[in-house]
C-alpha cells in the first residue's frame, strides 16, 4: 500500500467511531505523512485486537500501527513488529485526546499465540495459528479457513516417581484455550531411562498433548519432576558340595532392576563375609554381601547361608565265588568310589561291619554280603551289597568241568541272580 497522506495497511483515515477489530496487514506500507501500518489518521475511532507485521516508511506522523492517532482516538489491545516494521513506536503522533496503547513486539513474541491470548484475543472462535505455519507462524482469523490449532495450553506442576517407572502426570495443570478438550502425555524427553534427581523441565519435548477436538499447541512448559532410587535387593546364597577346600566369596541374587538392567549398572565391587569364609566342613554357614553402590538404586543386602552338602561315597561289596571247602564264609571286601582332594578312609569314622545270609555259612549256593558301620560329616554313604556264590564240588554223577562249569546235568548257582528263599537255603551234599 501506497500514497501520499492518510495511507494505511487497511485504513487510511478512520473518522467518528469507526472500529478496526480482530484483524491484521503484513504488506509494506509507505507515504509522505500520516502513514500507519493498519490505519493512517485514527480520529474518534478505534482500533484494537489487531496487530501489523510488514514494513511501514514515510517522513512525519508515521507509526508501525497509526500513523496519527487524534481527536479522542484509541489504539488499545494493539502491536507492531520492532524488528521488521522500520519504526520505534505504535503511533507516529497522538494529540488532542487520543490514546496510543499499542505495544511493539519482537517476532517470536508476535508468534506466540499466548502473547494474544492473554491480552483478550479470543482464540477459541475467532483467532488461531496456523498448523502448517503460514502467516510466518503469528495469527491469523479463523474465518480465512486456514487449519489452526484447537487448543492451546501452558502446563505447569510437579510431580515424583521411582527411577524406571513413569510419573503420573496428575500433578500437572493447563491453562490456556479448551484445555479441557486435551489430554497430557510424557514427552520423548522424559522416559524411565532417566536418572534419579530433581529435574525442572520445561520445552516442546518434555509433554505430548493430544486433544479431542483437534491439534493442541503447547506454549511454556514448567515441571518438577522428583525422580527417587528404585528398591534393589540383594540377597547373599551359595551352596556346595564338600571337596575338601576352603570356600571364600560367595554368590547373590538380585531383586529390583528396571529397564531391563544388570548389576553391570553398579559400582563397587561385592565383598563376602560371614562364617562362609574359609569354611571347608559340610554344614550351613552364615553369608553376607556387600560393597556396591548406585545413583539410582536404593541397595538393600539380604544375610544369606552357605550350604556345604556332604559328597557322595559309594562302598560296594566285592562279590565272591568259591567252590565248596566246607569251611564257614566270613568278612568280606569293599571298593571305595567317590573320596575327595586325596582323602581316604581315614576321614571315615567307625569299622566296617560285613553281614548278610553269606556270614557263617559253607554250603554250595547264592547269599549276600552287606556292609555297614562308617559314618563321616562330609560324605553320605551309600552301600552296595555283594554276592557269595559257593559251587558244589561234585554231586553223584556229576563233576565240575573246564572252567569250573559243572556237567553232567548239574546247574551251577548264578551269582548275580537275586536272592530268594531258595538261594539262602543250605544244599546237603553226600560225598562218596
Not at 27 to 50: F, K, P
Request: glycine share 18%; with cysteine.
Amino acid at each position: 500500500m501506497s500514497g501520499t497522506r492518510s495511507v494505511g495497511g487497511l485504513v487510511g483515515h478512520s473518522n467518528e467511531a469507526v472500529s478496526v477489530l480482530d484483524s491484521y496487514a503484513t504488506g509494506a506500507v509507505s507515504g509522505n505523512s500520516e502513514v500507519g501500518g493498519l490505519v493512517g489518521v485514527n480520529q474518534e475511532s478505534h482500533v484494537s485486537r489487531s496487530y501489523f507485521a510488514g514494513t511501514v516508511s514515510g517522513t512525519s506522523n508515521v507509526g508501525a500501527i497509526v500513523g496519527m492517532n487524534w481527536d479522542g482516538g484509541d489504539v488499545t489491545q494493539s502491536y507492531a513488529n520492532r524488528e521488521t516494521s522500520g519504526q520505534s513506536a505504535a503511533c507516529g503522533a497522538s494529540f488532542g485526546g487520543g490514546i496510543c496503547d499499542g505495544g511493539m513486539l519482537t517476532t517470536a513474541q508476535l508468534r506466540d499465540p499466548f502473547t494474544f491470548i492473554n491480552n483478550g484475543y479470543d482464540f477459541a472462535a475467532v483467532w488461531g495459528k496456523s498448523v502448517s505455519g503460514a502467516n510466518n507462524g503469528m495469527p491469523v482469523l479463523r474465518a480465512f479457513g486456514d487449519t489452526v490449532y484447537d487448543a492451546y495450553v501452558n502446563v505447569a506442576g510437579s510431580a515424583s516417581t521411582t527411577y524406571g517407572k513413569l510419573a503420573s502426570l496428575g500433578g500437572l495443570t493447563m491453562t490456556g484455550v479448551n484445555a479441557n478438550r486435551v489430554t497430557l502425555g510424557w514427552g520423548s524427553a522424559v522416559t524411565t531411562a532417566l536418572g534419579a534427581g530433581s529435574y525442572n523441565l520445561s520445552g516442546p519435548d518434555v509433554i505430548n498433548a493430544t486433544g479431542s477436538g483437534g491439534a493442541v499447541y503447547v506454549g511454556s512448559v514448567a515441571v518438577g519432576l522428583t525422580i527417587d532410587r528404585a528398591a534393589l535387593t540383594i540377597t547373599a546364597n551359595a551352596s556346595k558340595t564338600y571337596d575338601g577346600l576352603a570356600f571364600s566369596g560367595g554368590s547373590v541374587a538380585y531383586s529390583g532392576f528396571m529397564n531391563g538392567e544388570t548389576a553391570s549398572v553398579l559400582s563397587g565391587a561385592l565383598l563376602y563375609g560371614g562364617t562362609a569364609q574359609g569354611a571347608v566342613n559340610a554344614g550351613r554357614y552364615s553369608l553376607t554381601a556387600s560393597g556396591l553402590s548406585s545413583a539410582n538404586y536404593a541397595i538393600t543386602y539380604v544375610d544369606g547361608s552357605l550350604t556345604v552338602n556332604k559328597a557322595p561315597l559309594t562302598i560296594a561289596v566285592n562279590g565272591v565265588t568259591k567252590n565248596y571247602d566246607g569251611v564257614p564264609f566270613s568278612g568280606g571286601s569293599a571298593i571305595y568310589s567317590g573320596f575327595v582332594n586325596g582323602e581316604g578312609l581315614s576321614a571315615l569314622s567307625g569299622t566296617l561291619v560285613y553281614g548278610g545270609s553269606a556270614q557263617g555259612t559253607r554250603n554250595p549256593g547264592v547269599y549276600g554280603i552287606a556292609a555297614s558301620g562308617l559314618t563321616s560329616a562330609n560324605y553320605d554313604i551309600t552301600y552296595v551289597d555283594g554276592r557269595l556264590a559257593i559251587i558244589p564240588r561234585d554231586a553223584g554223577a556229576c563233576s565240575l568241568g573246564a572252567g569250573g562249569n559243572p556237567v553232567c546235568g548239574a546247574t551251577p548257582p548264578n551269582p548275580a541272580a537275586p536272592l530268594g528263599l531258595n538261594d539262602q537255603a543250605p544244599i546237603e551234599i553226600v560225598l562218596p
